[in-house]
């Protein structure tokens, strides 16, 4: 049966031989009018908003670039000026720094002027104290030494040195023969 069939199929006349390769001229052109017409509905419709699409995209990215290059010269800036912020914040510091130092170093030299003055005061008054104390204790002794010096002078006399006058001027001369005799000591 198979080969009556193929028989047959060579033996039709009207028939030209189907090449495989290339469709019918009917089918071409029933192709080629949807596909006009659907070509011309994209390029009216639907091509314009997918370029609108693209255009609008296109902007988003480029402003967004502007955007961040704006945004990073800004940040820029910032660290620039933080930078220059810094910068003076640290020699505003050492300037304070300095400043207290200084200040340090003259209330030290002040404190110790008003201590080497108190300490001269100190040793002056106390020198002035001593001073006095020790006039009182000169003043105590020669009292003392003078009435025992005529004491023992009435004993030796036998007699009575009841006169002040008399026995301050005979004080006085002991104590100058004293004074004479400490000095010649010396």
Known sequence: M??????????LPLEKPVNPLLPPLYDVVWSLIPFVIILLVFWKFVLPKFQEVLN?????????????EAAQAEAQAALE?????????????AQIRDDARNQGQKIIADMKAQATEESARIVESGNKQLEAQRSAVVSDLRKEMGENSI?????????????????????DNFLADLDSVGTSRK
Do not use: C, H, P, W
């Open 2 to 11: 198979t080969n009556t069939f193929l028989l047959a199929a060579e033996q």
């Open 56 to 68: 609008q995209r296109e902007d988003q990215i480029e402003g967004g670039m502007q955007r961040a």
């Open 81 to 93: 000026k933080y930078n220059a912020q810094l910068a003076e914040a640290r020699t505003e510091a």
């Open 151 to 171: 004491s023992l002078a009435e004993r030796l006399l036998g007699e009575q040195l009841s006169d002040d006058v008399k026995r301050s001027g005979t004080i």
